[in-house]
């Protein structure tokens, strides 16, 4: 299993980011798919899920300014980010879980300045 996450980068407030975490090893389709996020100083934090049928949930954080989606035919799932605010800034994971067992990408870096 490899999830490659990229998109990340420096912003100013207000601004936007996409974020692309391309997935292989697995049948992509059958699972649903996370991000993370890990800011300087702080624990890891949950921030958006995935399901198989395309249901979406988030932390109240990023509601209505974060959008998880995939593409199934290109075994990758993606997050949009507007109105980027400094608090945003961390480490953003993309996140797998198959037979009990998690997978975690590389990380991409956020970086919103103000």
């Known amino acids: 299993v490899q999830l490659q996450a990229s998109g990340g980068g420096l912003v100013q407030a207000g601004g936007s980011l996409r974020l692309s975490c391309a997935a292989s090893?697995?049948?992509?389709?059958?699972?649903?798919m996370a991000w993370y996020r890990q800011a300087p100083g702080k624990q890891r934090e949950w921030v958006a899920t995935?399901?198989?049928?395309?249901?979406?949930n988030y932390v109240s954080s990023v509601k209505g300014r974060f959008t998880i989606s995939r593409d199934n035919g290109e075994n990758t799932v993606y997050l949009q980010m507007n109105n980027l605010k400094p608090d945003d800034t961390a480490v953003y994971y993309c996140?797998?879980?198959?037979?009990?067992?998690?997978?975690w990408g590389q990380g991409t870096l956020v970086t919103v300045s103000s």
């Open positions: 995935i399901t198989t049928g395309s249901s979406t």
């Open positions: 996140y797998a879980e198959m037979s009990s067992r998690a997978y």
């Open positions: 090893g697995f049948i992509f389709r059958l699972y649903p």
